[in-house]
């Protein structure tokens, strides 16, 4: 494992240490005092999107001690036909959720585009109530502007890897997280 004050390479890029693991637990265990007061009488349904966001689901479902579940969902973008363009489907929500209020679990949202079309798409299953919670938000890169209920952190447009965030493919498995050197 690389230390954690240096610099690192992944494939052709340089990345430098931009928030330490202690950091990043900090914000973690904010968001999730947050979640324990406002979801507390409502046991609420995590849908984490992976692949990203598969450490921040498991670090903050540690920090929540509120009934709640969690459903890990892929999704998918794939060519539809002229009139419907881009159709994203959610792969591996098998649940009702008509009768749960649900908090989408997010790494990170940069254009926001993802968003935009997952939450309409879960809109249509009737959620009781509908809210989001990312890690990090890029607020100079957001094109669709949407209510984010839980941000942890607000960060420069440029890219960063670790803490289940790649390059392509790799460095999710690094427990900080590493912005690019240009
Ligand atoms: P959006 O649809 O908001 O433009 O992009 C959301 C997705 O793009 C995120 O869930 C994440 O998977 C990926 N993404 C956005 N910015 C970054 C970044 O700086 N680094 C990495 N590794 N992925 C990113
Ligand atoms: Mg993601």
């Known amino acids: ?8 390479s992944i494939l052709d890029k340089d990345f430098k240490p931009y928030l330490s693991k ?14 324990n007061r406002d ?3 409502k046991t609420p349904l995590f849908l984490s999107i992976l692949n990203g966001s598969f450490m921040l689901t498991a670090d903050l479902f540690k920090n929540l001690d509120i009934p709640c579940t969690v459903s890990f969902v892929k ?8 009139s419907t363009g881009n159709v994203l489907t959610l792969i591996g929500l098998d649940e009702d959720i ?13 254009t926001g585009k993802t968003l935009s079309e997952l939450i309409p798409t879960l809109g249509k299953r009737n959620p009781l109530s509908l809210e989001v919670c990312t890690l990090l938000l890029k607020p100079e890169a957001l094109k669709h502007p949407m209510k984010l209920k839980y941000v942890g952190k607000k960060i420069p447009n440029d890219f960063i890897v670790g ?3 790649d ?15 240009d």
């Open 98 to 110: 008509s009768e749960r209020h649900v908090v989408i679990l997010e790494d990170i949202v940069d």
């Open 39 to 41: 979801y507390a009488d």
């Open 22 to 35: 202690e950091e990043i637990q900090v914000i973690i265990r904010q968001v999730a005092a947050r979640i």
């Open 163 to 165: 803490y289940g965030l």
């Open 75 to 82: 999704l998918a973008s794939y060519r539809g036909t002229r």
């Open 1 to 8: 494992m690389p230390s954690m004050n240096n610099n690192i």
């Open 167 to 181: 390059y392509d493919g790799q460095g999710r498995n690094l427990p900080a997280i590493y912005q690019i050197v």
